[in-house]
């Protein structure tokens, strides 16, 4: 037998346990989706961990795609996330065409997940701050150092990741950039793989499902006391879990009965952007590819006074802005204010409905 093929099967076997941590429902629905979400998280981590290792080569890859399907940390229905394993020793080109999608913004990193479920922000850089020439091209450095001109996008030292985000507001009818890096000053010789290369890959792929199950695992134990109020936790947590730093987010847990909604009402800022999303006990977005699980600024009809109203239930009430549960009766939330001038926290309360069974 291969002792490292060995070694990453006992500790996947071992990251399993989780899906037994008291906090864990153990209906067949969470359990489900717990195994299929691990799954997931391997899949991400060999992507990440295994393939497209190597600084001096590096590649923007898309995990969580529509075909991938890969959902980590209430992600966005509307974003495109891309990310390239970097190293703040080198220097990087990014080039691009700009298209049409409101929202895009590049940061860099360090990727600690594999160690201890966090991320730590280093730089940030976004399309508005880009030249963008006649025919919509760009590009910008990614370095320690500042370049002499351009737009640049600063590492640390120990920088190991350049993410990306583009978010759509009117996904028909908007096209996103598209984007490609070169490291600027590869050096050394390419060696072939070897077992202990693999063995380390392996190692810290475990580590990346490890420390990104164990991290929202805790924002659910944090939240659940705490089902169906919206709270501003501090954004502090959510930032080291590699949030956008001109986002705010609210997020939360919410649990409803067959006959029960949940409805929220808020008022809206002067933002660029802002959605709410039903999540799963995974920190999961349900799925938006198939029914109406979330809401942005393109899509929310507000009330005559300028407020919004939004009404969580299992099945539509007619009051407008109704996200379906999907067959949940408990899970997460997540509410995003991006680059807004102020940050209201909305009020909420469960109801009886009718209908409910039909």
Not at 199 to 218: D, K, P, Y
Not at 270 to 281: A, K, T
Request: charged share 25%; net charge negative.
């Amino acid at each position: 037998m291969n002792a490292v093929w060995e070694k990453f099967c006992a500790d996947l076997l071992d990251v399993g346990k989780i899906l037994h941590d008291d906090i864990v429902p153990q209906d067949p629905l969470t359990q489900a989706e717990g195994v299929r979400y691990l799954s997931r998280l391997v899949r991400y981590a060999t992507i990440n961990c295994v393939e497209y290792t190597d600084p001096r080569w590096p590649s923007l890859t898309s995990a969580p795609n529509p075909n991938m399907r890969t959902k980590i940390g209430a992600d966005n229905p509307d974003n495109i996330y891309l990310r390239a394993n970097i190293s703040g020793r080198h220097t990087y080109r990014v080039t691009g065409t700009r298209g049409t999608i409101p929202l895009l913004t590049f940061g860099s990193r360090v990727n600690r997940y594999h160690i201890d479920g966090t991320m730590l922000q280093t730089g940030d850089l976004h399309a508005h701050d880009v030249e963008v020439d006649e025919h919509g091209r760009f590009s910008f450095i990614a370095s320690v150092d500042r370049p002499a001109e351009g737009a640049w996008l600063p590492l640390a030292p120990d920088s190991n990741l350049i993410s990306v985000r583009q978010t759509y507001q009117d996904r028909p009818s908007e096209i996103p950039a598209e984007l490609s890096i070169e490291c600027l000053d590869p050096d050394g010789e390419f060696a072939p793989l070897t077992p202990e290369q693999m063995s380390e890959r392996l190692t810290a792929a475990i580590g990346m499902v490890r420390g990104t199950a164990n991290t929202f695992l805790e924002w659910s134990r944090r939240f659940r006391p705490r089902a169906n109020e919206i709270v501003d936790w501090g954004q502090e947590s959510f930032q080291k879990a590699g949030g956008d730093p001109t986002i705010f987010y609210l997020h939360g847990y919410w649990k409803l009965a067959e006959d029960e909604a949940w409805v929220i009402e808020t008022e809206v800022p002067d933002c660029e952007y802002f959605n709410f999303v039903l999540q799963n006990f995974w920190v999961e977005s349900l799925d938006f590819h198939r029914t109406n699980i979330y809401l942005n600024n393109h899509t929310a009809k507000l009330n005559d006074d300028g407020t919004l109203t939004i009404v969580v239930a299992a099945k539509d009430q007619g009051h407008g802005n109704w996200i379906n549960t999907d067959g949940h009766r408990e899970g997460t939330f997540a509410l995003r204010w991006i680059k807004a001038d102020s940050h209201p926290i909305p009020t909420s309360k469960v109801v009886k409905v009718r209908g409910a069974g039909r």
